[in-house]
């Protein structure tokens, strides 16, 4: 985990001005988040419009589910077939998820395995991939709450959508309409306690460096921290994107950034150790008042058998519906900024980056 600075550069814009403002009050949040997406792909969205105590809600059934039985979490397997992405993948089963897509420069990355377990759902009416549950009696309640986070989410990314279309005047009801079957998919994430000295010398990852492969995520994280962001003008260089409170992140991925001709970064990012924090050894000597000194302090991870604490996380993952042509988008070309890609369907998109997954 080497490069990387504690100063984040991702803009923390509150969004209430949108969900609630007026006309201009609207454009400019939409300007705000289109500066953003274009220097960094990252932004906190504060007064998003899920109350607070839903996300903690979502953390604290996150909890309760992965801290079940293997056996019982094993009721719910993520099906071996990477085309079904739905249920429980146990730590060590699954390297890389198929909504995420590596560059060739980091592909070598892969070889350092994620340790982290996961639980995917998505949309009740998603019939290409249905949801996977547990048996209702081995977590009463854990489905009802997890349908009704998934609409707060999707409602969420409409109304980010609604932004985007005002920062580039697309007409016509703007983006919110091409994700109207929600393909998406909600995701909770257990990164289980690591020692430190198997993050820091990279024998083991929480999450690899990768980009996100849809349209939009939404990322709700715990206080551990570890969350890190490339920064795009210094390819290799990571700056710490942690918890802001009761702000959501949210990037763009690659579809995204292809539907804007590039103006939107869809941006890599990793987990890893969380910021260095202090620790004082206590000294072999005594003071006068009895206190031991002739400690030091030292930097938390570098001491000897440190624990990482576990972390939790909670991203999910918009995408455009599969009959949706991506063609760079009104105000993202012209005369001075040519388009760059052919026009794609989002399933043609999805085809041509699976096909160049396997070939590489
Ligand atoms: O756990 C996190 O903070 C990031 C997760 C992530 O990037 C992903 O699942 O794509
Ligand atoms: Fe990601």
Not at 155 to 163: E, P, S
């Amino acid at each position: 985990m080497a490069h990387s600075n504690n100063t984040s550069t991702i803009p923390i814009v509150d969004f209430g001005a949108f969900l609630d403002g007026r006309q201009e009050e609207k454009e400019r949040v939409a300007r705000q988040m289109d500066d953003a997406f274009r220097e960094v792909g990252f932004v906190y969205l504060k007064n998003h419009g899920i109350p607070k105590d839903k996300v903690e809600e979502c953390f604290s059934w996150s909890n309760k589910f992965f801290a079940l039985p293997l056996e019982t979490k094993m009721l719910a397997p993520h099906p071996p077939s990477g085309a079904h992405h739905r249920g429980y993948s146990a730590p060590g089963l699954e390297k890389v998820t198929q909504h995420q897509y590596e560059k060739d420069e980091i592909a070598k990355s892969r070889e350092v395995p994620d340790y982290k377990e996961s639980y995917e759902s998505g949309n009740v009416n998603d019939e290409a991939q249905p949801n996977i549950w547990l048996p209702e009696e081995k977590l009463p309640g854990f489905r009802t709450f997890m349908e009704s986070y998934f609409t707060e989410c999707a409602a969420l990314i409409h109304r980010i959508l609604d932004a985007l279309s005002i920062a580039l005047a697309v007409p016509a009801g703007g983006l919110s309409p091409t994700h109207s079957q929600s393909l998406f998919q909600l995701r909770l994430l257990h990164y289980p306690a690591i020692d430190a000295a198997e993050l820091k010398n990279n024998n083991r990852s929480r999450i690899n460096a990768h980009s996100d492969f849809g349209t939009l995520t939404l990322l709700f994280q715990d206080d551990v921290g570890g969350l890190e962001v490339e920064d795009p003008k210094h390819p290799g260089h990571f700056s710490r994107a942690g918890p802001v409170e009761d702000a959501v992140l949210v990037n763009i991925g690659d579809l995204m950034m292809r539907w804007s001709n590039d103006r939107w970064r869809s941006t890599v990012h990793r987990v890893g150790l969380p910021p260095p924090r202090t620790m004082s050894i206590p000294g072999p000597g005594v003071d006068t008042e009895g206190r031991r000194n002739g400690g030091k302090v030292v930097e938390l991870e570098d001491a000897e058998g440190v624990v990482v604490p576990d972390r939790y996380s909670i991203p999910f993952f918009a995408t455009a519906d599969m009959d949706t042509v991506i063609e760079a988008l009104p105000g993202t070309w012209g005369a001075d900024r040519p388009k760059k890609y052919e026009p794609v369907t989002a399933w043609g998109y999805v085809q041509m980056r699976m096909a160049a997954t396997y070939e590489e």
